[in-house]
C-alpha cells in the first residue's frame, strides 16, 4: 500500500556538554487514513569525554489498530553509552 509520513525534529543545546532532542513522526495509508503509526523518541545526552556521550532515551512507538492479542502502544526507557567518532 502507498503512505506518507510527517516528522519533525527538534534539537536544544541545554549547556556545552548536554543536548536534548525529540523526533516526532506521523505515518499512514493514503487509501485508508484511519489506519496510522506515531512514533515518538526523546533523547537526553550528555559529553562525558571527547570520546563517549550518555543517553537516556524514551521511545513510544502507537498504531491505532495493533495486530490481534497485542497493545496499541509501546513504550522503552533505554540507558546508552555512545561513542562519539
Known amino acids: ?7 519533525g525534529i527538534y534539537d536544544l543545546q541545554l549547556r556545552e556538554n548536554i543536548k536534548f ?8 495509508e ?3 487514513t484511519k489506519n ?7 533523547t537526553l545526552s550528555a559529553k ?4 563517549f556521550s550518555v ?5 513510544v512507538d502507537y498504531a491505532n489498530k495493533p495486530a490481534a492479542d497485542k497493545t ?3 513504550k522503552i526507557l533505554a540507558f546508552s ?5
Request: aromatic share 24%; no cysteine.
Open 1 to 7: 500500500y502507498a503512505s506518507y509520513r510527517l516528522q
Open 21 to 28: 532532542a525529540q523526533i516526532l513522526n506521523y505515518r499512514s
Open 30 to 32: 493514503f487509501g485508508d
Open 36 to 42: 496510522y503509526f506515531i512514533f515518538s523518541k526523546s
Open 48 to 51: 562525558i569525554s571527547d570520546l
Open 55 to 59: 543517553a537516556l532515551n524514551y521511545y
Open 72 to 74: 496499541s502502544t509501546d
Open 81 to 85: 553509552l555512545v561513542a562519539d567518532f
